[in-house]
């Protein structure tokens, strides 16, 4: 049986009110970032999420909804063998298709999923208004980053936007390594998700 969890990067320091913020880029090495520029003038690199979770292109769409039922994120990048990303997953898209009888869903892949459709990303040098403007443009509100050889970096999404405006770092999904992107390092599995849900009212 293949093991098909890929879990990329390492968390990034929060923000700190010091000369400079201590920010990592995929390869480790710190990057300061002036104090007082605005977070719409900053790199993408600065303010994008390194803590994610993928899956690849040949998984079934089980896999990956078990993914994201395990991570509890909310997008799910999926990825081809030479690490470029053929498109990004919504958890709601996902659950749609999961409700097909589960012998079709054995035969559908990852990689049907995006095949038919453009995925818009941005690299990760670009400032981050830019990529605002292509999620207003592309009606999304996640993108999938790249690095300057074409492959998948990390992940923006509108939530990472706010969450630094706030002078916070971005949130670490459950078994997430400490690993640079690529290449991937791999593990047979995530924990079972806790339900810390609040039940309602009666």
Known sequence: MRQHVLVQGAPQAPAREEAHEGVRTPEGAPVPVPRGVPVLERAVRDVMRTSLVTVAAGE?????????????????????????????????????????????????YARDLVRCRRCAVVHHGDAVGRAVAV????????????????????????????????????????????????????????????????????
């Open 135 to 202: 999620m207003d443009a592309n009606g999304c509100d996640a993108l999938p980053v790249v690095g300057d050889d074409g492959t998948l970096t990390g992940l923006l999404t509108a939530a990472d936007v706010v969450t630094a405006l706030a002078g916070r770092g971005p949130g670490v999904l459950p078994g997430a390594g400490a690993q640079p992107p690529y290449p991937y390092p791999v593990v047979p599995g995530l924990p079972p998700r806790r339900d810390d849900r609040v039940p309602p009212v009666p």
């Open 60 to 108: 079934t769409v089980l896999a990956a909804w078990e993914l994201l039922e395990r991570s509890g994120a909310r997008h799910l990048p999926v990825v081809l063998p030479d690490g470029r990303c053929a498109g990004l997953l919504d958890r709601a898209e996902v659950a749609v298709v999961c409700a097909a009888p589960a012998v079709s869903l054995s035969r559908r």
